[in-house]
Each structure stands twice: as structure tokens, then as C-alpha cells.
């Protein structure tokens, strides 16, 4: 709830400090205290709009603060954690205006931006007055209203779940039969080229063996003529092996008569002959290793080729063309495999619209009990309020699905007997819209409400009856969360916990004019309920009808 409010320099504000307390708490005082002064600079403080007139004259800037002490499994501190704001018990808003309209606003004293500020103080604060245009007579919080009062949080997960995942479902089909698609284009093209590529079947290396294969036996047509002339000249008839074999010979029988001498001629001649033949055996493999099928040539030239053109074809090194093929020949398998896959997520899809559609009727089923019972509930709340010949209704339609079902809601109501009842906002004067919100309050006040609920003179233009019953509903709305009325009805007052007397005040020898906020005391209290009953001149009469009320709400 709201502990305490600090305002500084707010228009007529110099500088204020209230320390609020629990259940109903109101603030009075004659037109033009202050009272909407005081609103303002609340609402600045929850994330209202700026400007600069409400920097107090000759001030460089206003300041509100507002302290709240909450749970901690409270919606406002889940909210604030988000926004990477630091939380340690409560949480304390402050909104700096500056007077040439700028802002400055701080969340236990993190800089945040405005709207962070308003996502928190909605989980805070609810301002309610004849002419609010949020909260209850907002119908996009409606749907919300009636699945809190009839508790379908279950529900509604349940419908949120099943859309999040008809959601992937569709997002995942959607993906694969993207992918299909553009596949299928090119379908005709793969199998072409991988039937190319697969009779050509490219080999990894392929190329470079062929080339040096191919150019090996370009250079032998050349070294041939010469080796085989080599060859005859070492093994022909013309071989001076035969000579030198028979020298050899010769040399032997002497070598007895001079050793010395013979010897090494003879092994001289003996290496010269090894040597002679190594080259002989030598030319006869190169013969051997030169001697080629011409066909041979012919078929490497035809597959080189053909490679290189298949290269140029398909714009890829040669080296590349099986792993190109062997792509391709994923790729029509994957086609096959997709097109299975996307039947199975099409099957997906339709299942997952089947659960949500079972886990929307079932919801829907579940707000139209939650309805009735919220109608009839409000109902019971009008005719004491003066709105006896007033219906209110929640009116269910179809919209499209989304994560909170198909249900369209939107609170309506009938002022009169005979007369049309449509949306709340629309048929329902200030003062009736007042009355319409406080009765839905009232029933809804532990269902989804805010900790703290402030009344802006939704009694004004009833007294009597009404506004005691006015007063009644206030106090027991307060039972369950913190309320601040400003009110100018005596019966509301009465049954305040809290009372603060809100005045204009001189200060600087008069030159100006503050606003002042005073916790009444029980005697204060009862003279300005007095006052409240006789206007400018307070009667003992007055006094007494003072007390009388006070204890009659007791």
C-alpha cells in the first residue's frame, strides 16, 4: 500500500509529507484547496503526463515521491525486477518536473524511463473519477475483470499455452514449406545436373592424375626415337660390349705374367662392362615405360575434358564436381524428406489448432458462468447507489484467436427501464459512471485489484441515502485494500479511518498562497464533518449531527 507521499513544489504545493495508512482514508476541504492540485501531482508521480505550469512560480523544478510497502510476491516488484531495477522491500516512485516540461523519473532511485514507470505504478494504483477514461471503463481490461472474478487463471494458461503453441506449429510449417518451395524450384535443375554428374562420376584427384598421365605420354612420343637409338648403339650389332668383353679376356690370361700392370686395366674394363649394361637395362625399361596405346592418349585428352567442361558448366573448380554431385544428390533427398516433414507439421498444426480450439470453448464456457455471476453481483450493488432502475451486463462476443481465446467482452449497462442498454463508457453519465465503477469495485476488489484504489468526488451530486451508501461500499472496499476518496459528501467522511483537511494557506507575509495538508485529529474531525453538514457557519446543532453520523457509522 501507499505509506507516504512527498510533494515539492507543485503548483500551490510548497512542500507536503503525508504518511497514509491503511483502509479508508479521505481527503476534504472547501473548491479550489487544492484538492486536484494534490491528484495531479500524485498522477505525476505513476507516469501522467508532464508539464511545466506545475512547477510552483519561480521554482526551477517540482518533485513527487510516493512510497509504497508491498509484498514481496507482489505483481508491482515482478514488474520492477524486469525492468532491471534493484528491489529490497518496497518500492519508492519519484517523478522530477522541470519547469521547462521536461520529466525525470526514478524507481528506487534507478533512472527509468516513463513508461517503465507507468508499467509499475499500474500495479499500484488505480485513480478512479467521474470522468476516468481507464481502469473499469476501459473494455480492454474487461475480459481481464471477468476471468479474475470467476478465479480462470487455469484456464486462461491453458489457452495462452495451447496458442504459444499453435504459434510454433504454424512458425515451424511455415519454415519448412518455404524451404520446400524453394526447392521444388530448382527441383528440375538438381536432378538434370545430377544425372550429368553422376554418369560423368567425377573421382577426387581425378584431374591432376589424368594431366600428368596425359602429359607423360606426350613427352615419351618425343624421347622415344632417341632411346631406342641409344639402345641399339649399347645392344645392337654395332655393341662394343663384344669388343670389350673379348679385351677383358685378353687381359685375364696375362694377368699372371704382371699383375701390377694387368690388374687394374682388367677392373677398370670389368666396371666399364657392369656399367654398359646397367645403362642397357636402364634403356630398356625407359622403352618399356615410354610404350603407350595411342587409344590410350585419346581417352585421358576425352576425360579431361569432359571434366573441365563440366568445371565450366557448373562453375566449380574440377576438384569440386563430386562434392557437387554428392550435394545435389542431398539436396533431391532432402525434397523427399521435406516434403514428408511437412506433411507431419501440417498434421502438427491441425492438431495443435484442435487443442486450442477445446482449450478456447472450454474458457469461453468458463466466462460466461463468471459473467452471470458478475452481473448479477454488480446488480445487487446499484439500487442503493440510486441506480435502482439500472441493469449492467457483460456482453460476449467472437474475435479472432489469440492468446486470450476468442471471447470479445465489454461491460454494458441500461440507466432506465425501456431504454437501450449499450457500453458503459458510452450511455452512462459522469456521476453514473462513478456509481457503475464504485459497485465493480466494490465486488471486485480482491479479484485482480490494485493495492491501493483512489476516489476523485465520485459522490458529487448525490447526499442523503446515496451518499451514505456510497460511504458504506468505500469502507468496504477498504477492508480489502487501501482506499483514498477526496469527497465532498458528510456520510463518506464519517467512515473514514483516516482523515486529512486539505486549505489554502498565506505564507510570505502574503505575498503567496500554498497549499496545506492536515491529519485531523478526532476532534478536528468531527468540526470539519460539521462544517462538511452546515457549509460556512459551523452551528452547535451542526457539532452535534457531526458526532451523531461518526457514531451511526461506527
Not at 459528501?489 to 473514514?496: C, G, H, I, L, T
Request: glycine content about 8%; proline content about 3%.
Amino acid at each position: 500500500m501507499l505509506v507516504q507521499l512527498s510533494i515539492r513544489d507543485i503548483v500551490l504545493i510548497d512542500r507536503l509529507d503525508l504518511e497514509l495508512g491503511s483502509g479508508l482514508t479521505v481527503l476534504t476541504g472547501e473548491t479550489g484547496a487544492g484538492k486536484s492540485i494534490l491528484l495531479d501531482a500524485f498522477s505525476l508521480t505513476l507516469g501522467a503526463r508532464g508539464d511545466g505550469a506545475l512547477v510552483r512560480h519561480g521554482e526551477a523544478q517540482g518533485q513527487v515521491t510516493a512510497v509504497f510497502e508491498l509484498d514481496a510476491r507482489h505483481p508491482a516488484i515482478a514488474a520492477a525486477k524486469a525492468q532491471d531495477i534493484e528491489v529490497d522491500g518496497g518500492l519508492i516512485l519519484r517523478r522530477v518536473q522541470l519547469a521547462d516540461g521536461r520529466t525525470r523519473a526514478f524507481v528506487n532511485d534507478q533512472r527509468v524511463t516513463t513508461q517503465a514507470l507507468k508499467a509499475i505504478a499500474r500495479e499500484l494504483v488505480e485513480i478512479h473519477g467521474q470522468h476516468d477514461d481507464r481502469a473499469l471503463v476501459n473494455a480492454s481490461t474487461h475480459r481481464q475483470l471477468v476471468d479474475a472474478y470467476g478465479g480462470l487463471g487455469p484456464q486462461c494458461a491453458a489457452v495462452r499455452a495451447a496458442h504459444a503453441r499453435l504459434g510454433e506449429a504454424k512458425s515451424e510449417s511455415l519454415r519448412e514449406q518455404a524451404r520446400v518451395e524453394k526447392v521444388r524450384v530448382e527441383a528440375d535443375y538438381l536432378r538434370h545436373a545430377f544425372a550429368e554428374l553422376d554418369r560423368l562420376s567425377p573421382q577426387p584427384g581425378e584431374e591432376e592424375a589424368l594431366a600428368q598421365r596425359r602429359s607423360a605420354m606426350m613427352q615419351a612420343e618425343k624421347v622415344t626415337a632417341e632411346l631406342r637409338d641409344v639402345h641399339e648403339m649399347l645392344s645392337g650389332g654395332g655393341s662394343p660390349l663384344a669388343s670389350l668383353s673379348s679385351a677383358l679376356r685378353r687381359l685375364e690370361r696375362r694377368r699372371e705374367l704382371a699383375p701390377g700392370l694387368v690388374a687394374p686395366a682388367a677392373q677398370a674394363l670389368d666396371a666399364a662392362l657392369t656399367a654398359l649394361d646397367l645403362a642397357a637395362q636402364t634403356l630398356e625399361q625407359a622403352l618399356r615405360d615410354a610404350d603407350y596405346d595411342p587409344r590410350e592418349l585419346e581417352q585421358a585428352e576425352e576425360r579431361l575434358f569432359a571434366l573441365r567442361a563440366a568445371g565450366r558448366k557448373f562453375s566449380v573448380p574440377v576438384e569440386a564436381l563430386a562434392e557437387l554431385a554428392a550435394n545435389f544428390s542431398a539436396s533431391l533427398a532432402d525434397l523427399d524428406a521435406g516434403e514428408a516433414r511437412l506433411l507431419q507439421l501440417q498434421e502438427a498444426v491441425k492438431t495443435a489448432e484442435a487443442d486450442y480450439e477445446a482449450a478456447a470453448r472450454i474458457l469461453s464456457e468458463a466466462r460466461k458462468k463468471s459473467a452471470g455471476a458478475l452481473d448479477r453481483a454488480v446488480n445487487a450493488e446499484l439500487a442503493p447507489l440510486k441506480l435502482e432502475g439500472a441493469q449492467f451486463s457483460t456482453e460476449i462476443g467472437v474475435e479472432p484467436a489469440g492468446a486470450e481465446g476468442r471471447d470479445q467482452i465489454e461491460f454494458w449497462v441500461r440507466t432506465n427501464p425501456g431504454t437501450r442498454p449499450g457500453p458503459l463508457m458510452k450511455v452512462a453519465s459522469g456521476g453514473e459512471l462513478a456509481r457503475f465503477m464504485l459497485a465493480l469495485k466494490v465486488v471486485l476488489a480482491d479479484k485482480g485489484s490494485a493495492p491501493t484504489l483512489v476516489f476523485d468526488e465520485i459522490d458529487t451530486g448525490v447526499g442523503g441515502a446515496v451518499a451514505d451508501a456510497i460511504g458504506h461500499r468505500l469502507e468496504r472496499l477498504a477492508s480489502r485494500v487501501q482506499v483514498l476518496a477526496v469527497t465532498h459528501a458528510p456520510q463518506v467522511a464519517a467512515r473514514a479511518e483516516g482523515h486529512f483537511r486539505i486549505a489554502k494557506d498565506q505564507t510570505e507575509r502574503g505575498r503567496r498562497v500554498a497549499t496545506r495538508v492536515t491529519d485531523l485529529s478526532k476532534d478536528a474531525r468531527r468540526e470539519e464533518i460539521a462544517r462538511m453538514l452546515a457549509g460556512a457557519t459551523v452551528t452547535d446543532e451542526a457539532r452535534a449531527a457531526a458526532t451523531r453520523l461518526i457514531k451511526e457509522t461506527r
